[in-house]
């Protein structure tokens, strides 16, 4: 069975201040890692994918994530968070089928 | 590029009402189609995966009697609640996804309110 956790449930971070969003996945075989986006009402924007290949991945808005299998993590870094980045991350796991497994979710918060 | 489009974005109607969700995708045919309920400040939970042309697959739990999905054309799938009581209120959300090693991409979600 594939699983996400997302153990930070919310966090604030000051506006120019560096953020990471850690993710921690269970999966049997190589996964496909998702980092998705979801402001108030809103569906979900993909930040970043990791299918293969180099396991730093660069995302829209200045977001990357790292691939660590040794850890089986995958997390999302910006280094100089905007207000507008406030909202929900998750991040999510799938294989071939490409049904997705997503994780609780972290809050983000961006005090001026 | 990847745009799903999902209609109505709110609905609130009675309970016993029948309620259909659209879920397009504008720019790419969508080789499979996926349909997620999320509840207030929770992840969204995989109801069901539709292929176009063929049945949808529901995951455990879900009712596929309440919950009819089509998936007619590769541009479009629909989710019709049937007989919807307050309980089936939430937020669901569609995903589309074309070819191989694409990801899925999403609609902006309906907010359904049942009375």
């Known amino acids: 069975a594939q699983s996400v956790t997302q153990p930070d449930i919310h966090i604030t971070v000051s506006e120019g201040a560096s953020l990471e969003l850690r993710c921690n996945y269970s999966y049997g075989a190589t996964p496909y890692l998702f980092w998705y986006v979801q402001s108030p009402g809103q569906g979900l924007q993909l930040l970043l994918k990791?299918?293969?290949?180099?396991?730093l991945v660069q995302g829209i808005k200045g977001f990357e994530a790292e691939f660590k299998r040794s850890q089986s993590s995958f997390n999302l870094r910006k280094p100089s968070v905007h207000w507008s980045d406030a909202a929900e991350y998750f991040c999510a796991v799938g294989g071939d089928d490409y049904k997705l497994s997503f994780g609780a979710g972290t809050t983000v918060t961006v005090r001026a | 590029g990847a745009v799903v489009s999902q209609h109505p974005s709110r609905v609130i109607c009675k309970s016993g009402t029948s309620v259909k969700i659209e879920c397009r995708s504008l720019d790419f045919q969508a080789t499979t189609m996926f349909w997620y309920r999320q509840f207030p400040k929770q992840s969204l939970m995989l109801m069901a995966t539709?292929?176009?042309?063929?049945?949808?697959?529901?995951e455990q739990g879900v009712e596929k009697d309440k919950f009819l999905i089509n998936h007619a054309s590769l541009t479009l799938s629909t989710l019709t609640v049937t007989s919807a009581h307050p309980e089936d209120s939430s937020f669901y959300i569609c995903?589309?996804?074309?070819?191989?090693?694409?990801?899925?991409?999403f609609g902006d979600g309906t907010r359904l309110s049942i009375l």
């Open positions: 539709s292929n176009e042309g063929s049945k949808a697959t529901y």
């Open positions: 995903s589309a996804r074309g070819a191989s090693n694409q990801p899925q991409h």
């Open positions: 990791y299918f293969s290949g180099d396991t």
